[in-house]
């Protein structure tokens, strides 16, 4: 395969900074119904950058579950990879790569803990085999095969059948506080729009950048 002749020109759109609304949470909120009402299959679903106490980054995929001023909520298992890395370092990245629109975001800011009671409110809100799903995985954690945890999964299930399952101990929201954005337009001959906001004394500087 010959990546190198794998080229695209982008030519949808252009940004500019007289468009550009002044907050950036509004900007985003923009951009994420346009992608929405695109059809962009899970517009939500956003790319989350950890570093281990080592210093490895890592990357995945997770799902936005709701945001606003106070920042961008996903969850996730307490004791997973991510959650070992944030205790350590709570400085995230994420990223929403909406290709389709020609357009990029990334966020970069602390994550924190949300609390238990939002948690509990979002995790009563998911489907009951979402909720059993929370208690079977240890994440992260090897295991001996698919079989044992559909086991576990098959077991939990005739626990709880008759009652509500209840929020894991170990399972909970995380919120990131965003002190910097970029949005991304493509252009053409690679000449493509990028802006950043980053907070300075509780007010966003907006720069161009060079693409």
Known sequence: MDLAMMREEFTLSGLSRE?????????FEAWFEQAESAGINMPNAMSLATVSPDGQPSLRTVLLKYFDNTGFVFFTNYESKKAKDIAANAKVALHFPWLDLERQVKIMGRAE???????AKYFLSRPHGSQLGAWVSNQSAPISSRQMLMSKFEELKQKFKKGEVPLPSFWGGYRVVPDTFEFWQGRKHRLHDRFQYTLEAEKWKIERLAP
């Open 113 to 119: 803990r949300v609390s238990t009671a939002e948690s």
């Open 19 to 27: 468009t550009l609304l002044a907050d950036p949470v509004q900007q």
